[in-house]
């Protein structure tokens, strides 16, 4: 049963920065065996995808909206999930999700978290 834990959500004044965690547990599988990703879902808008890492941190993809302020990675040792976000703008205000699945997409992932709250204040 896929398990995802988010944390690092709050609220910080825009330009600044957070870092997001997702703790993943996949057993009898290994986190190594699933590809990831982060959501973001704000009010009254569509949930739309973030950034997204495959299984060994080759190939990742990202948001237009985010390219160059966010960074995605992983550490498949430790389980883990990041997502670094950088001069934070109010847009970027949003419940941000993390996701997996055993298959590398853009677009769809099968396991999610209950998510943590970003807010950035102008």
Wanted: hydrophobic share 40%; aromatic share 14%.
């Amino acid at each position: 049963q896929v398990h995802l834990v988010e944390s690092g959500g709050g609220l910080v004044q825009a330009g600044g920065s957070l870092r997001l965690s997702c703790a993943a547990s996949v057993p009898p599988f290994t986190f190594s065996e699933y590809a990831a990703a982060w959501f973001r879902q704000a009010p009254g808008k569509a949930r739309e995808i973030v950034a997204t890492i495959d299984w060994t941190a080759d190939t990742t993809y990202y948001l237009d909206a985010v390219k160059g302020r966010f960074i995605i990675s992983r550490d498949n040792a430790k389980n883990m999930l990041y997502l670094q976000m950088n001069s934070l703008k109010p847009e970027d205000t949003a419940f941000y999700y993390c996701a997996a699945d055993r298959r590398y997409s853009v677009s769809e992932y099968s396991y999610w978290g209950q998510g943590t709250q970003v807010t950035v204040s102008s």
